[in-house]
């Protein structure tokens, strides 16, 4: 049983932690949009990590999507490419989607990731998401305590990843100077990451 589900609730601020269907649910609304659109869209985020089977906290769904998508409940653009929006829920009340089109230098790895997903058999099916290299890479790059988190537990999870399709995502994405030291440093934490785990000693205090 998710460990995060609870009697649903109609009063929930969107701040609080959400469960998978409850995710799964707002992501539908996201992948179903984008099949209309005729554009990709992948689950990323908290919610992809709980659909590897790592469950955590999360107050939000994330996708990535390959264009903007129709969807109502627009509240701001994000800073690095993107919209938030507030999405009701029949028996959650209202949770943000961030609904992510990378405008940066990251434009590249998301976009390749909305076009390569891993498919997810859920309760709603078979659902499209970012796969774990690219995933991996994601949180490598955005290093947030919960991002390293997600990133040891993709790296030391057995047969979830695979570093050669890592260090590939990275060549396809980066410059030759700037992939060569990234891949360097991500093969060195894989390393670290699987050897601590050998030994019991966790790579993050918080983890």
Same mark, same amino acid.
Request: aromatic share 10%; proline share 5%; with cysteine.
């Given at each position: 049983?998710?460990?995060?589900?609870?009697?649903?609730?109609?009063?929930?601020?969107?701040?609080?932690?959400?469960?998978?269907?409850?995710?799964?649910?707002?992501?539908?609304?996201?992948?179903?949009?984008?099949?209309?659109?005729?554009?990709?869209?992948?689950?990323?985020?908290?919610?992809?990590?709980?659909?590897?089977?790592?469950?955590?906290?999360?107050?939000?769904?994330?996708?990535?999507?390959?264009?903007?998508?129709?969807?109502?409940?627009?509240?701001?653009?994000?800073?690095?490419?993107?919209?938030?929006?507030?999405?009701?829920?029949p028996?959650?009340?209202?949770?943000?989607?961030?609904?992510?089109?990378?405008?940066?230098?990251?434009?590249?790895?998301?976009?390749?990731?909305?076009?390569?997903?891993?498919?997810?058999?859920?309760?709603?099916g078979?659902?499209?998401?970012a796969?774990?290299?690219?995933?991996?890479?994601?949180k490598?790059?955005?290093?947030?305590?919960?991002?390293?988190? $997600?990133?040891?537990?993709?790296?030391?999870?057995?047969?979830?990843?695979?570093?050669?399709?890592?260090?590939?995502?990275?060549?396809?994405?980066?410059?030759?100077?700037?992939?060569?030291?990234?891949?360097?440093?991500?093969?060195? $934490?894989?390393?670290?990451?699987?050897?601590?785990?050998?030994?019991?000693?966790?790579?993050?205090? $918080?983890?």
């Amino acid at each position: 049983m998710n460990r995060h589900y609870r009697n649903p609730s109609p009063h929930h601020s969107g701040e609080d932690d959400i469960p998978t269907r409850v995710g799964l649910d707002i992501a539908q609304n996201a992948v179903e949009s984008a099949k209309r659109k005729r554009t990709t869209c992948v689950i990323a985020g908290g919610l992809a990590m709980h659909l590897y089977g790592f469950v955590r906290s999360t107050t939000d769904v994330d996708v990535v999507t390959g264009a903007e998508i129709p969807l109502a409940g627009k509240i701001k653009k994000l800073s690095f490419g993107g919209f938030c929006y507030e999405m009701p829920h029949p028996t959650w009340g209202y949770v943000k989607l961030d609904v992510i089109t990378r405008d940066d230098p990251l434009e590249k790895l998301y976009a390749m990731a909305a076009k390569h997903p891993r498919l997810i058999r859920t309760k709603l099916g078979m659902m499209p998401v970012a796969a774990p290299e690219y995933l991996a890479v994601m949180k490598y790059l955005a290093a947030r305590g919960k991002d390293n988190n $997600d990133f040891v537990y993709l790296a030391t999870t057995r047969g979830l990843l695979n570093r050669v399709k890592v260090f590939d995502i990275v060549r396809r994405s980066f410059t030759k100077e700037f992939a060569w030291d990234l891949n360097q440093r991500i093969n060195k $934490d894989i390393l670290v990451a699987r050897f601590l785990k050998a030994q019991e000693v966790p790579m993050y205090e $918080d983890l």
